[in-house]
Structures are given as C-alpha cells and as structure tokens.
C-alpha cells in the first residue's frame, strides 16, 4: 500500500470515528446503524464494513481513542511518597473532572458509555468499559484508603469498601450529570471545591465498621494472608 493510499484509509477511519462519535450520542448505541454512521460521514457502508467488521467493533475503536475520567484517576492512584494519602486521592479525583470538562474527546466517550447505553442492547465493548472502569476505580481508591488507615488519617475502624462506594458514587454521580448538561455550570471550576467538600467530611465524619472487633488494616491483612 502505497503512503497516500495508507493516509487516504487512515482519514476514512478518522472520519467514520468522528461520526460514530456524533450519531451514537444523538440515538444511542442500541438505535444507532452503521447506515447511520456512513451517512453522517458522507461515505458508503461498505466503506465502513472495509474498516470495522461491526458496530461493536467500530465502537470499541471509537472508546480507544480517549481515556475515561476514572481511568485517569487509576493510572495515578498510587500513593505518593510527597503526598499524604487523602491528599493524593483528592488530587486524583479533581484530575478526573478536570479531564472531563477540558477534554472534548474524553467527554464524547464518557458520554457514549454511561449516557447512552439501554443495559441489555449495549455492545459487549460498552459492557466491558463500564465493568473495568468501575472495578478498576473501586480497587484503587480502597487501596488509597488503606494508606490513610495506616498512616493514620483515618480511624482504624474506618470502613474502607463504603468510603470508596460513597467516592465513586460521588464521581460518577457528578460526571454523569455534568455530560448530561455541560452548560450547567463550570465543571473545570468547581472541581477543587466539590472534592475538597466530599474529602472534608470523609475525614470529619469517616464510616466505621460496626459489629466486629477492630483490627487496623496493616495487621489483618497480614492476619490473612
């Protein structure tokens, strides 16, 4: 293949990308065609069938194309040796809705994933992006957690697997409703404030478990094996 010929394919897929993009948030992943997605990028279908065997596949390389605020998050969720831990998973959580707010890709792809899925007519590429976020975000932050607990910035009786549910709730909550609506307000602007908000009282008032005797973490996992 000659280098034209190989720019000429690789715009072809670019632009079938970028109309993916805009037809699959205007109807959905369930209602959107492969019709629908030449059309909008002024080609043929088979010119989308010569790149992508299917829609799952056109979309899975669509969601490639960006990492999702949370994914952000875990690339850089270990605990840094300048930072305390609650410091580092603060300044995570403000880089994941800053990427979303000044990232137009990112917001596309996010939007796609979480806004636009029905459950059951999803593509297995949507099912397994939410899936991994989720896990991998829950993972992450309980590990953060247990990095306050140790150094002491959080009580030993800190319930770690809650205090991450309410942070992933909390995030997702707010990024879910932000893609919904950009215009509502200024997400890049009022990231620092609203997780310092849900860090404050995390620390204040942190969960505790309840109805078990207490063992610091270090200890019980090391109890455990």
Not at 77 to 97: E, I, K
Not at 178 to 184: E, G
Request: proline share 5%; charged share 25%.
């Amino acid at each position: 293949m000659t280098r034209k010929t190989r720019e000429g394919a690789a715009a072809t897929r670019e632009a079938l990308l970028d109309a993916a993009e805009t037809v699959v948030r205007t109807k959905g992943v369930a209602h959107a065609t492969l019709g629908d997605v030449a059309q909008a990028a002024g080609l043929t279908r088979g010119a989308v069938y010569w790149h992508f065997r299917d829609k799952d596949e056109l979309l899975a390389a669509m969601c490639e194309r960006a990492s999702l605020p949370m994914e952000a998050m875990v690339a850089c969720c270990g605990a840094s040796p300048d930072q305390s831990p609650l410091a580092t998973l603060r300044n995570n959580a403000v880089l994941a809705l800053m990427r979303l707010a000044r990232e137009p890709r990112t917001l596309a792809v996010f939007d796609v994933v979480f806004n636009k899925c029905d459950g059951a007519n999803d593509a297995s590429s949507m099912r397994d992006r939410r899936r991994l976020n989720d896990e991998g975000c829950r993972q992450h932050v309980v590990g953060l957690l247990r990095h306050a607990v140790d150094a002491g910035e959080l009580p030993p009786d800190t319930d770690v697997a809650m205090a991450a549910e309410v942070m992933r709730g909390f995030m997702l909550g707010v990024m879910h409703a932000w893609a919904r609506d950009p215009s509502a307000y200024d997400l890049e602007r009022a990231a620092h404030p609203m997780v310092d908000m849900l860090i404050a009282g995390l620390a204040a008032r942190p969960p505790r478990i309840v109805g078990r005797d207490v063992v610091p973490y270090r200890a019980a996992s090391a109890a455990t094996g």
